[in-house]
């Protein structure tokens, strides 16, 4: 067992597919943000508007090209730990999508946070989880970029309680790294709605580990699919900024 696993794994531990393919030169492609945020920016008319039928109709296609091939791609976000955060472009046919999970090598099994796809799952994220995991700067993933790693986990992300400045880091993010000529609009309206699921209300549990009430979230034990108390503890200590 390694205690610094490869940030392009040949498999996730209690996740079938693959065979997998790190792609980090996808990150510097601003048609490929298009397309991951998709079904993220997709609730709201505005923000269609806001990125544009030209950049979303090459976005679209660059994306289908992701989920359609032999391989699946991957990048990796550490955390503390050695624990890592994997995105995975699910490319099975008829199942297509983009899975977010954490895992430490440790583990038995690798825990799902959140699945973008047309049966959404989440949140997995709360604002300060998605800023400390993008702002680390730990080596050993396919990124140090900070904004890239904002905008890979903004679709696992839900959370109505975001800082003042939140449009002010989301904006830098959008400005650095797609095209879109009012990044700061679009940042007001992806933080206004929150994709699919829509912002959550995140509290501490008896426990003392952080829960949601997301209808869809993995991670509100309310939910009949939430995660045992033992596993969405270890989920936020893994997670905790």
Known sequence: MTNNPAPHPARIPGYDGGPFDHLPELLDEPLFWVGHLHNYYSESEEAEELVGDTHEQEAAALRSRLLGGDTWPIFTVPLAGHHRLYVVYRAFPGDEGIDYLLHHPGWETAE???????????????????????????????????????????????????????????????????????????????????????????????????INDGRYSLRNPANHFARSASRLIRVAEALAP
């Not at 002010?168 to 959008?174: H, K, S, V, W």
Request: aromatic share 6%; glycine share 10%.
């Open 112 to 210: 799902h946070l959140a699945q973008d796809e047309g049966h959404f799952m989440g949140p997995g994220l709360s604002w300060p989880e998605l800023t400390a995991a993008a702002d680390n700067g730990l080596p050993f993933g396919t990124t140090t970029d900070a904004h890239a790693r904002l905008l890979l986990l903004l679709p696992a992300f839900g959370d109505d309680a975001v800082p003042s400045n939140a449009v002010d880091r989301l904006t830098a993010a959008l400005r650095a790294r797609t095209r879109v000529e009012d990044p700061e609009r679009l940042a007001e309206v992806l933080l206004q709605d929150q994709g699919p699921c829509g912002p959550a209300q995140w509290t501490t549990a008896e426990g003392g580990y952080r």
